[in-house]
């Protein structure tokens, strides 16, 4: 099959070959894939086990919506669906903080050019990629396929079909591990030798609670800000959702969710932490809600390598779970099928040098928005409130302003850029010596000026004992 990124099909000299590939999950991340690949003109075929989410009721515990950012953008942009899913999304220009005393302060993500990251639906985010691979004829979606089992390092896998119960087995050139936290796909690497796996449970868990609209049907808070009541060892945030509504998610260790074991300790709790928020949820609902099902575990995963022979790749939370305090999940599973996308670009068909590159260059980054994402949750819930965090917001804004290109501070280097993860984290090191640099140069010149000072008094109060004598 002739591609159009390539002449005769060759792509550098690769062979540019059309493949047969297997998604396995046709969640967000699966069915971008599915997209990116389809696009190029491989034959995909998606297995999802659940049943077709545009048919299905929101589950129980799953995010409303989600926060996209700069990489989830590029990568819809690839597929042409970026300009469909801003429409959608509700822009989030800064954070809202809300004291305990009921008062109220912004802290802007980007003071110089007005940055904001998007509130997007979850469910009408995947019913869109969904809906998008239906123009691929090339692209065939499977439902209610659970994987069974199989041998991926030779592109065998699987499947039980959880409404018929019957079997059955596909061969691929390529299969794509899509199929979050609990992958199937990455539970036959841990078979295999020199695969390295870490899961980790946090201590802290999350349970959901909502914000209904107004009696005029408007939004209850300002709209267009991430909502965070930071508590120290604990905090709630909440979304925007576009019918007016308000994801909140409370995030706290699991000995305090334990320690609420009735209504008037969970309304205490509330009167003491987060009393402005009571009237916005009502005691009904926020009682309701808040015992409807137990708080929920959260989760990080760091793997590696991500491929198995040239037949099987993990990308998204299949390959690197992490915690969501940095809204980066879903925009990090996005980016990999941009650098899988162009890994093909530049090596055609050529599935071992495309895999191998692929978890080469990923895992780092990969390791490293775990490691952000834990951080961010130190920062949201306690840090925010800090003048020493203020202070440093401040200047960050400020250098960023007089040399963006130079200076670009933590959150938007890894929010409103594509700069690889392990580079952020290594670019804010750099600023932290730079500015420690400085406040030593500072103290030395403060401790120099201090000394001239001193002794300009003494020789002055020298001078005038010595005119008086």
């Known amino acids: 099959m002739q591609h159009a990124n390539g002449k005769n099909g060759t792509i550098n000299g690769y062979k540019n070959e059309s493949l047969n590939i297997a998604v396995v999950g046709g969640g967000l991340v699966g069915s971008l894939a599915a997209l990116h690949m389809g696009k190029r003109g491989h034959n995909v075929t998606v297995y999802e086990y659940r049943e077709d989410i545009r048919t299905a009721e929101l589950v129980i515990g799953r995010s409303i919506n989600l926060a996209l950012s700069v990489r ?167 979304l925007p959702n576009q019918d007016r509504t308000w994801t909140v998610t409370l995030f706290m260790p ?47 995963v760091k793997c590696r390598p991500y491929h198995i022979s040239s037949k099987c790749v993990l990308i998204g939370d299949a390959g690197h779970a992490v915690v969501p305090f940095y809204g980066q999940g879903m925009n990090a599973g996005f980016e990999d099928c941009t650098i899988l996308s162009r890994l093909f670009n530049k090596y055609g068909s050529d599935l071992e040098k495309i895999l191998n590159e692929y978890s080469e260059t990923r ?36 250098l960023h302003w007089m040399m963006p290109n130079v200076w670009v ?11 690889p993860y392990k580079k952020c984290i290594d670019n804010r090191a750099w600023q932290d010596k730079v500015l420690n640099r400085i406040i030593t140069v500072s103290g030395y010149a403060a401790s120099a000026l201090g000394f001239f000072g001193v002794y300009q008094i003494y020789n002055n109060y020298r001078m005038f004992e010595e005119s008086t004598n």
């Open 409 to 419: 501070p933590l959150y938007g280097s890894v929010s409103f850029t594509c700069m």
């Open 72 to 238: 989830g953008r590029t990568a819809l942009r690839e597929v042409g669906l970026e300009d469909k899913m801003l429409k959608h999304g509700i822009p989030m220009y800064g954070r809202m903080i809300h004291n305990i005393d009921g008062t109220r302060n912004v802290i802007p993500y980007d003071r110089n050019s007005n940055q904001a990251i998007y509130s997007v639906g979850r469910k009408y985010l995947n019913e869109i990629l969904i809906t998008a691979t239906e123009k691929y004829p090339n692209i065939n979606l499977k439902f209610n396929k659970k994987m069974s089992g199989g041998k991926v390092e030779k592109g065998e896998v699987h499947f039980v079909d959880t409404s018929t119960q019957q079997e059955e087995t596909a061969n691929a050139d390529l299969i794509i591990g899509c199929d979050g936290a609990f992958s199937s796909v990455r539970r036959e690497f841990l078979k295999k030798n020199a695969f390295n796996y870490q899961q980790i449970y946090i201590e802290h868990g999350y349970l959901e609670l909502c914000i209904p609209p107004a009696k005029d049907g408007e939004f209850l808070m300002p709209a267009n800000y991430l909502h965070i009541w930071p508590r120290g060892k604990f905090m709630m945030i909440a």
């Open 363 to 398: 895992w780092e980054d990969a390791h490293a928005v775990c490691d952000l994402a834990m951080y961010n949750y130190i920062e949201m819930r306690d840090l925010v409130n800090k003048k020493s965090f203020l202070f440093r917001k401040a200047v960050d804004d400020l």
């Open 254 to 300: 699991f000995e305090n969710f334990d320690s609420i074991k009735s209504s008037d300790e969970l309304l205490k709790f509330f009167e003491t932490f987060f009393p402005d928020s009571i009237p916005l949820i009502g005691e009904e609902r926020l009682v309701k809600d808040f015992f409807k099902i137990p708080a929920q575990h959260l989760m990080a």
